[in-house]
């Protein structure tokens, strides 16, 4: 079959063996993949967290044989997180994280689904624990991730949602996904808007995208017992003197994270609890899917840089068809 | 009544008027009083948590007046948490923060029960989230909370607990309370010795009173997935530089918090869990309070002065009899 690897440091076309599809996997023929700051990182070669060869981890597609497990019968449209191998024409899928795909979506939108959607998924309810009534500061709205915190966020507990972006078009676009308040960081420091709109109390969550640069102002921008989740480090992850007292008297904490290293387990467990609370919002159009840009996947170098760009606004997908 | 006042940031005897009992709270006629750090940070004037001008946020006495209420006698032997005041002959009480002295146990007992024990509780299970099979490494364990922690997270879970102390007659102590692993780390690295007992695993919860100092060493010393809870900072609250890309790798949960400053209805629930899961255990001498010294009411500043001399092990109590 025809995947992307990378040869030094370039992602290439290539021809390769199909994989193997073990106990309690799917073999999936790929229609199309989302593409995450992850295989980047990966494709630098400065620790991936998989140990497959083809990057990717997350697809939309056909299932090709389900080892007869008649739960997900053959033919059918599923989309979901892989262990890797998702830059393909076939990969294999735990199939306790296959999810089916809605009706009126199509592979390219499916894929930019599983990982941007269970990341703010988890990261908003699960490590957040953010609740009716509450606030919640996303960095990076217009982000893969941003885009879908800010729907969830307001469909699933209706919190008050604060982003931050570096264009107008992203945060018009952020407010037309229903955020409340949106701030330019290039024009304006976001934790001195934060306190203006919330009185002066702060936040009650911040999902954090972007690390030591924005370390001090997230602080600020906390309310006491706060829940500061960080998820990346765009500004970096080296900070000068910290105060371990503001920490503790704010009772902030202050939760590191990341998906795909997790267990198979725990993404199961992820998967089906996202599957109760928010999946049947997409069908109610309550929640949607956000593409950029597709690419062909011969193309997904280039799509690699268009990422690194940060012009993106939602996800960019590959596609084999 | 009598009561310990702060002058020039000396503890001094004076005749004060007894507090007004407000509905739902209860007169007590202070018999024991337990020593905590914060009064010490409260009378040196650095940012106290509480208004009430006389110190103290834990007692053990004889209910007086309980407006009538029926769960809880006139004549009752009573602990709990008080929002200031205990420093007195009588002090009030919100009446569900009042738990019954077990029958076997002294005022002297009691009151150095409720502060350490609940904020042993609250740290190892409401925000560590200690689990059976689990490892805790708890520092400062001959101290107050130090000590109470070690009983609780063998009792109540069966923990294996790794303990540091700075002498040889503190890290017997711990072990005769259940510490399975102790260091000195006057002596020793602790985080190397921690990997090594955990088979280079590390811990899943730190309880950190020290800060600062330990800031490289706990990190080290935590599991992935680790729970950090901050509760102190004898070893200083500025750290110089911070690398936020090993909070995330390891995904650890930063926790700071204190209880003193927390709502009345935090600690009655706190109180309330506590009386559920671990206030039986007094009775079935599986917990005990541990008390140091006793020092008379009119001796609190010289309690202070012992305490702030770090040669305690377990409670620094006052008596009014």
Chains 1, 2 share one sequence.
């Not at 073990?22 to 593409?35: P, Q, Y």
């Not at 295989?39 to 080892?67: F, H, Q, T």
């Not at 892989?82 to 390219?108: C, K, Q």
């Not at 593409?291 to 268009?306: K, S």
Request: glycine residues 8%; hydrophobic residues 40%.
């Amino acid at each position: 079959m025809k995947a992307m690897v990378v040869q030094e440091g370039q992602l290439q076309v290539a021809t390769v063996d199909k994989p193997t599809r073990k106990m309690t996997e799917l073999l999936i023929n790929v229609k199309a993949v989302g593409i995450n700051r992850t295989d980047i990182i990966s494709r630098k070669g400065r620790g991936g967290y998989l140990k497959n060869p083809i990057l990717g981890v997350e697809i939309a597609g056909v299932v090709e044989d389900n080892g007869n497990d008649p739960s997900i019968p053959v033919g059918a449209r599923v989309m979901g997180l892989v262990n890797g191998g998702a830059y393909a024409e076939y990969a294999v899928m735990p199939a306790d994280r296959a999810m089916i795909i809605p009706d009126h979506l199509t592979f390219e939108q499916a894929a930019a689904i599983p990982e941007v959607f269970l990341t703010a998924y988890q990261t908003l309810f699960w490590l957040g624990n953010l609740q009716q009534n509450e606030t919640v500061l996303i960095h990076a709205g217009g982000s893969g991730v941003g885009t879908a915190a800010i729907q969830l966020a307001k469909q699933v507990v209706g919190a008050t949602v604060i982003i931050t972006a570096g264009s107008e078009e992203k945060l018009a676009y952020c407010r037309q996904l229903g955020a409340d308040y949106t701030i330019n960081y290039k024009e304006q420091a976001f934790d001195e808007h934060v306190l203006e709109v919330t009185d002066q109390k702060g936040v009650d969550v911040v999902l954090d995208f972007i690390g030591a640069s924005y370390y001090e102002k997230n602080l600020a921008s906390l309310k006491t017992d706060g829940r500061w989740i960080l998820i990346g480090l765009l500004g970096g992850a080296k900070v000068d003197q910290i105060n371990l007292q503001q920490l503790m008297a704010k009772r902030i904490h202050l939760k590191g994270t990341l998906l795909t290293p997790r267990s198979d387990n725990y993404k199961a467990a992820l998967t089906t609890d996202f599957m109760q609370h928010a999946y049947p919002m997409f069908s109610q159009q309550r929640l949607k899917p956000i593409v950029d840009q597709v690419f062909p996947l011969e193309q997904a170098q280039q799509a690699h840089q268009y990422m690194e760009d940060n012009k993106n606004i939602g996800k960019i997908i590959l596609t084999t068809e």
